[in-house]
């Protein structure tokens, strides 16, 4: 699927580095979101956006800053991350944000690994 | 209880074999189903979405939904080998923002040749 795509493919990183993901859409959709997801769990959303406005997650740790400087690109800030933090994070797009019929697309996915 | 249960298997089928996977939910009023397939180390893949009680058919895939019964299922038939992956359930589900969607934790299916 290359409608939705996501750098770097692979990141590892120290727990005082600092380090973005980066999401990209080319399907003309005004809504993003990252999603976590850990060996065995289900996918856990982290962070709606809707035509470039976040929907607040208070249950994410502040560790994890999300950016939409426009409807297209989507960015994951981290910092200070905890091994427990290890995981594929996904982006994903959909026409329309959190619609009773909201079809989402997903991207590649960024598989990190923190030291 | 959880807002989607899917059934972690593995589930084993040989070659040619109809696969079966179900799943259900807690949300009465959702209104969107979606059946994903997610390989090992790939992202999820929107395989077929579901919104009225009934079946659709796409191909080898039938999804199945029964909203009285909060149950939707997906049969593959005329298994193959390259069907062997990760089948999430993924489902519409009311949040305080508007609808979310809530997948649950995914069927291991593994087609036997």
């Known amino acids: 699927e290359t409608g939705v795509t996501q750098t770097p493919r692979h990141l590892v990183m120290g727990m005082t580095n600092k380090k973005s993901l980066k999401c990209e859409q080319h399907l003309g959709h005004n809504a993003m979101y990252w999603y976590k997801q850990s060996a065995k769990k289900p996918l856990e959303l982290m962070f709606v956006y809707s035509l470039e406005e976040r929907v607040e997650n208070n249950s994410v740790p502040s560790r994890f800053s999300p950016e939409c400087p426009n409807s297209s690109h989507l960015f994951l800030h981290l910092h200070t991350l905890q091994p427990e933090d290890s995981a594929l994070y996904l982006c994903?797009?959909?026409?329309?944000?959190?619609?009773?019929?909201?079809?989402?697309?997903f991207g590649p996915g960024t598989r990190l690994t923190v030291l | 209880q959880k807002e989607v249960e899917q059934n972690s298997g593995p589930l084993s089928v040989p070659e040619g074999a109809i696969a079966s996977l179900n799943c259900t939910y807690s949300d009465r009023v959702s209104q969107s189903f979606f059946w994903y397939r997610q390989y090992s180390g790939k992202s999820p893949e929107l395989i077929m979405s579901?919104?009225?009680?009934g079946d659709k058919e796409d191909g080898r895939f039938t999804a199945q939904l029964n909203k009285a019964s909060q149950y939707v299922s997906l049969l593959i038939r005329d298994s193959q080998p390259s069907d062997s992956a990760t089948y999430l359930c993924a489902v519409n589900i009311n949040w305080e923002y508007g609808n979310k969607l809530v997948f649950g934790a995914g069927t291991i299916l593994r087609v036997k040749s």
């Open positions: 994903a797009s959909s026409q329309e944000a959190m619609g009773s019929t909201d079809t989402q697309y």
């Open positions: 579901i919104y009225s009680n």
